[in-house]
């Protein structure tokens, strides 16, 4: 690793923690350090899971549990069990944390203004542009793909946030018994497989593979988690899927997806798959696809 490489991003660092007020042990002048304000601008209006917090912060479970205690203690969250799994923990703010919520959203726009304000607009642009990318480089964390039973609690997880997602971007919602899900024992070896892709060891997102005849399989359950996409981690499960099919003697695989899946329809065709007729009586699928392994 270059030396001045190191320097300049270590140089980097201080320079901006100094500037955006890191540093400060009431950050914002709100009386709380830096971790509680961003758990809190974190959970937002809408409440999320422990685990996505978490996931999207890359904490401790430990410590991400005293953070959460010391919030509750403030009266600003309340941390429940969610109701039909008591593995499921989610945090919701309350009144006085909705407050103090805006208050950092309407504190977080002025402090980015006065970042701005001294800056020329060609200046402004260079700052923003330059601020992208860091942000998108950084982003590029190691994404570790693999082959699990598909009743392992992050395999669970992430097939309860795959048919949420369904249910509300389809059009006319999506019911699991309508669905024709494969069973375990199709997605576990040698049948099939299920894969769980993890990043800093949380799970961000699943597929399977299932035998439909001697020499072809399909792909199901294809779900990327919202905070890993743009990251690449549904093509490289693709990759992943299509070597575990040659493995197991596969030719060919299918696969079906709705019409509103329009960015997966998208990574399809990108990956060599071309439409297809219909191969099955799935009530949601629009399209067909299907990819030659063989060639």
């Known amino acids: 690793m270059d030396r001045e490489h190191v320097t300049k991003v270590r ?6 923690t100094q500037r955006i007020g890191v540093l400060q042990e009431s950050y914002l002048s ?10 809190l601008f974190e959970i937002g209006v809408d409440g999320r899971e422990v685990r996505d917090l978490r996931s999207a ?20 969250v309340t941390v429940e069990q969610q109701a039909g799994d008591g593995r499921v923990r989610r945090a919701t703010l309350t009144a006085k944390g909705r407050i103090e919520f805006d208050s950092y959203d309407r504190l977080s726009d ?8 001294p800056l020329t607009p060609a200046q402004r642009s260079r700052l923003i542009a330059a601020m992208d990318e860091v942000r998108n480089l950084l ?13 392992e609690p992050d395999a669970r997880w992430c097939l309860d946030r795959y048919f949420e997602e369904l249910a509300q971007r389809f059009e006319s919602g999506f019911d699991r018994a309508l669905g024709k899900s494969p069973s375990d024992a199709e997605m576990t070896p040698p049948a099939g497989f299920f894969l769980v892709a993890r990043s800093d060891g949380a799970p961000v997102g699943c597929a399977a593979l299932v035998r439909l005849s001697a020499e072809t399989m399909e792909i199901k359950r294809m779900w990327t988690a919202p905070l890993a996409r743009g990251r690449g981690v549904a093509r490289r499960m693709l990759g992943e899927l299509e070597r575990l099919a040659r493995e197991a003697g596969c030719r060919k695989i299918l696969l079906d997806t709705n019409r509103s899946l329009t960015e997966a329809q998208t990574l399809y065709r990108r990956q060599g798959f071309v439409e297809t007729a219909r191969y099955n009586d799935n009530p949601y699928a629009d399209f067909w696809f299907e990819k030659d392994l063989a060639g």
């Open 11 to 16: 140089l980097f660092s201080r320079q901006v």
């Open 30 to 39: 709100r009386g709380r350090p830096l971790g509680e304000a961003r758990l």
């Open 57 to 76: 912060l890359n904490l401790d479970s430990a410590y991400l549990s005293r953070l959460l205690r010391s919030l509750e203690a403030q009266g600003l």
């Open 110 to 117: 002025e402090l980015a203004q006065s970042l701005l304000s």
């Open 139 to 151: 982003a590029v964390a190691p994404i570790e793909i693999a082959v699990v039973p598909p009743q």
